[in-house]
């Protein structure tokens, strides 16, 4: 079968390689109809994810149909349609049993598609744990509809369900890419009284007051005033940062008012400073760390009843074949590109 694969660092190959096979009771072998790119992915590719191993298939977000499951696979069973998890989890460790599955202590836990074993941007990809990595897609909702569910809808949900956002609410969400977007719809799930995308890119403001003109859209050059005057307390009572650079990181620390909490959704190139003396007296709470992606059920559920809607976040489609390509138009942002989908 077909296979993306990281070779080296700097390198990504397109390689002929054999289809997985079931190695545990608890694998599952999944044919991919439907992966993505993620940006992950390029943090592989430019060697800043040291656990990721050269050899791999990479890809982490994917949805497909059951090929195969070992004897203890209880969930799903072959021909059912499925949304693959990011995270690998075994489901029954302190940390999984307390919806952190992130941090499961199984030697695959955590991020281990398309990283440490083989992923999905691929014919096919072996997920183990199948009970707890797997997801049934209702049969009303479309694999476009089902495939960001695994991973960077996760990461919005999860990093909303943490923020303790409120009916009377300002929330302000910084970064309007796939990673802000998704938090974007889940934040507008919990219904607050305002909310506010900080932006840079032209094309990804324009995106944001196209599809969710409820939304107020602001520069990151007049946030600062624009979240004081369109807010209650001067200030945001709930910051969600999804851009992961260090003026974005400040400015979301400086547009919380105090006693706000601010999540840290992104995922940064290197460390940020906290300049306690100047917040001193600010009492913010702030929430770090990565998806626990364990609420898919639910999140493919609300998909279903058509409460979350990612299918206008795919904006352009690639064979495998062609997968390359793909990498180029994603990488380089280019014709305001948000997601693809490779089939
Ligand atoms: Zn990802
Ligand atoms: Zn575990």
């Known amino acids: 079968m077909l296979a993306y694969t990281y070779v080296e660092r700097g390198k990504f190959e397109l390689q002929e390689k054999q289809k997985p096979a079931l190695q545990d009771d608890r694998d599952a072998i999944i044919r991919v109809t439907l992966a993505s790119i993620c940006t992950s992915d390029l943090h592989i590719k430019h060697g800043s994810v040291p656990r990721a191993v050269p050899g791999v298939t990479v890809g982490h977000e994917m949805v497909g149909v059951v090929e195969a499951v070992g004897p203890a696979v209880a969930a799903v069973k072959p021909g059912d349609r499925v949304a693959v998890n990011v995270e690998t989890f075994c489901g029954e460790c302190f940390f999984c049993k307390h ?86 719809l889940c934040a507008l799930l919990k219904r607050p009284a305002r909310v506010i995308v900080c932006e840079k890119d032209a094309a990804r403001l324009r995106f944001v007051r196209e599809h969710y003109p409820e939304v107020l859209t602001v520069e990151p050059v007049h946030a600062l005033e624009f979240v004081r005057a369109n807010s209650s307390h001067g200030g945001a009572d709930v910051v969600l940062e999804a851009a992961g650079a260090e003026e974005t990181f400040r400015l979301a620390w400086k547009c919380a008012r105090p006693n706000a909490v601010v999540t840290i959704v992104a995922l940064y190139n290197g460390s940020q400073i906290l300049p306690l003396p100047e917040m001193y007296g600010k009492n913010l709470t702030f929430k770090t760390g990565g998806v626990d992606g364990c609420d898919c059920g639910e999140i493919l559920e609300l998909v279903s009843q058509g409460k979350l809607d990612t299918e206008p976040l795919i904006t352009h489609t690639y064979p495998l074949k062609e997968i390359a390509a793909a990498y180029d138009l994603f990488e380089n942002r280019r014709d305001g590109v948000m997601k693809v989908a490779i089939e």
């Open 99 to 184: 919806g952190y599955v992130n941090n499961c202590t199984d030697p695959n836990g955590g991020w281990a598609l398309g990283c440490r074993i083989d992923g999905g941007q691929a014919e096919y990809v072996r997920v183990p744990y199948a009970d707890q990595g797997l997801n049934r897609i209702p049969a009303n909702v479309s694999d476009r509809q089902a495939l960001l569910v695994g991973d960077v809808l996760a990461t919005g949900f999860w990093a909303v369900r943490i923020s303790e956002i409120g009916p009377e609410d300002t929330v302000l969400i910084i970064g309007a890419g796939p990673t802000g977007i998704c938090t974007l």
